[in-house]
């Protein structure tokens, strides 16, 4: 807005425009329920000149036909956490500690609630193991040792600072991993009007198929993408405004992503792969109407929202290379932390 062309756009799903209007409906029957909504994502945008005049449009909308990738309504991952060991041990555990503190304190109900506090600090709260009051470490010891819970006796007889939910978290997140790998494919459409008059210059369907390779590992993975798109657009060779020039380009590749293990944070991206255009009408003169280039994106994260993507094209027709350079900045509106 800060610039001499001026420009906002908005992106959002419909799920989450109704719970910015009715926070009741964040509850998990809902969150099912409202899946399609959930897959839709749509934006808009308007663009101004210095003086704040008018100067073009945007929209689009975009659906998830296929993902495999929401880790949060996946069955594979529920069922995973179910049978997951160190899971099952806490269960036995906190069954155990609940019957202890119910024999201990039949008649003491202040000694037994506080007893439970530390039970839930155990479980549920960030704080390292061997902070805890002396007492209960050594019953949490004493009964992880006669129940043989070898998952929460690493735990326990560390010294590091180690506790339930940091361990719990690890848990989920190398379960998580696999699922990365998972399908996902997205089919989606956006326009753009001319600058001085609502009146579509530019129309562009599109899908895009991406599946991971091999067995991800934390950090890094590979990933086959596939673009296709269908592109009307304005053919200025014709006096009148009109969509004539129509064309359809496919781009096939290989990306390779490495991650922060801490926090699962791209920080370096790669991208190699072909892209082949297919001018159906409006062709320019001296133009061809089909055309073939290799591509390569190497992406670095600067900081959390600033990247400099590096883009090289390469024309195997007439040996061109062509190299593109910028800084983007993404505005994430709310902190991550």
Same mark, same amino acid.
């Given at each position: 807005?800060?610039?001499?062309?001026?420009?906002?756009?908005?992106? !959002?799903?419909?799920?989450?425009?109704?719970?910015?209007?009715?926070?009741?409906?964040?509850?998990?029957?809902?969150?099912?329920?409202?899946?399609?909504? +959930?897959?839709?994502?749509?934006?808009?945008?308007?663009?101004?000149?210095?003086?704040?005049?008018?100067?073009?449009?945007?929209?689009?909308?975009?659906?998830?036909?296929?993902?495999?990738?929401?880790?949060?309504?996946?069955?594979?991952?529920? $069922?995973?956490?179910?049978?997951? !060991?160190?899971?099952?041990?806490?269960? $036995?555990?906190?069954?155990?500690?609940?019957?202890?503190?119910?024999?201990?304190?039949?008649?003491? +109900?202040?000694?037994?609630?506080?007893?439970? $506090?530390?039970?839930?600090?155990?479980?549920?709260?960030?704080?390292?193991?061997?902070?805890?009051? !002396?007492?209960?470490?050594?019953?949490?010891? $004493?009964?992880?040792?006669?129940?043989?819970?070898?998952?929460?006796?690493?735990?326990?007889? !560390?010294?590091?600072?180690?506790?339930?939910?940091?361990?719990?978290?690890?848990?989920?997140?190398?379960?998580?991993?696999?699922?990365?790998?998972?399908?996902?494919?997205?089919?989606?459409?956006?326009?753009?009007?001319?600058?001085?008059?609502?009146?579509?210059?530019?129309?562009?369907?599109?899908?895009?198929?991406?599946?991971?390779?091999?067995? #991800?590992?934390?950090?890094?993975?590979?990933?086959?993408?596939?673009?296709?798109?269908?592109?009307?657009?304005?053919?200025?060779?014709?006096?009148?405004?009109?969509?004539? +020039?129509?064309?359809?380009?496919?781009?096939?590749?290989?990306?390779?992503?490495?991650?922060?293990?801490?926090?699962?944070?791209?920080?370096?991206?790669?991208?190699?792969?072909?892209?082949?255009?297919?001018?159906?009408?409006?062709?320019?003169?001296?133009?061809?109407? =089909?055309?073939?280039?290799?591509?390569?994106?190497? +992406?670095?994260?600067?900081?959390?929202?600033?990247?400099?993507?590096?883009?090289?094209?390469? =024309?195997?027709?007439?040996?061109?290379?062509?190299?593109?350079?910028?800084?983007?900045?993404?505005? #994430?509106?709310?902190?991550?932390?």
């Amino acid at each position: 807005l800060t610039g001499p062309n001026k420009e906002l756009n908005f992106n !959002s799903n419909p799920f989450a425009i109704m719970l910015k209007s009715n926070p009741n409906l964040a509850i998990d029957s809902n969150y099912l329920r409202y899946k399609a909504l +959930r897959k839709l994502n749509f934006s808009f945008g308007i663009k101004l000149d210095p003086n704040l005049h008018f100067n073009g449009f945007s929209s689009g909308v975009k659906y998830a036909l296929l993902d495999y990738r929401d880790t949060t309504t996946s069955k594979l991952l529920f $069922e995973n956490l179910q049978n997951d !060991s160190l899971g099952k041990e806490a269960d $036995e555990l906190q069954i155990e500690l609940v019957e202890y503190a119910q024999k201990k304190y039949p008649n003491d +109900r202040k000694k037994l609630k506080g007893f439970m $506090e530390l039970v839930h600090v155990f479980f549920n709260d960030n704080v390292p193991f061997n902070k805890l009051d !002396s007492a209960f470490k050594k019953i949490v010891k $004493e009964s992880a040792q006669e129940n043989h819970l070898v998952h929460i006796l690493k735990i326990v007889d !560390s010294n590091s600072g180690s506790n339930m939910i940091t361990a719990e978290h690890h848990v989920f997140d190398s379960l998580k991993i696999p699922i990365k790998n998972n399908l996902l494919w997205t089919i989606g459409i956006s326009d753009t009007t001319y600058k001085d008059q609502f009146f579509f210059s530019n129309i562009l369907a599109s899908t895009e198929l991406s599946k991971g390779l091999g067995k #991800t590992k934390p950090g890094s993975n590979w990933e086959f993408d596939v673009k296709a798109s269908a592109n009307l657009l304005n053919d200025t060779t014709v006096a009148n405004r009109n969509l004539k +020039r129509s064309i359809f380009s496919f781009e096939p590749g290989f990306n390779y992503v490495i991650r922060n293990k801490s926090n699962d944070q791209s920080f370096l991206e790669l991208k190699f792969s072909g892209c082949y255009n297919h001018t159906f009408s409006g062709l320019y003169k001296n133009e061809k109407q =089909d055309s073939l280039t290799i591509n390569g994106t190497i +992406r670095v994260r600067i900081i959390n929202d600033i990247w400099i993507p590096l883009e090289f094209k390469y =024309d195997p027709r007439s040996g061109n290379i062509f190299g593109f350079l910028n800084i983007r900045l993404n505005f #994430t509106g709310q902190g991550k932390k």
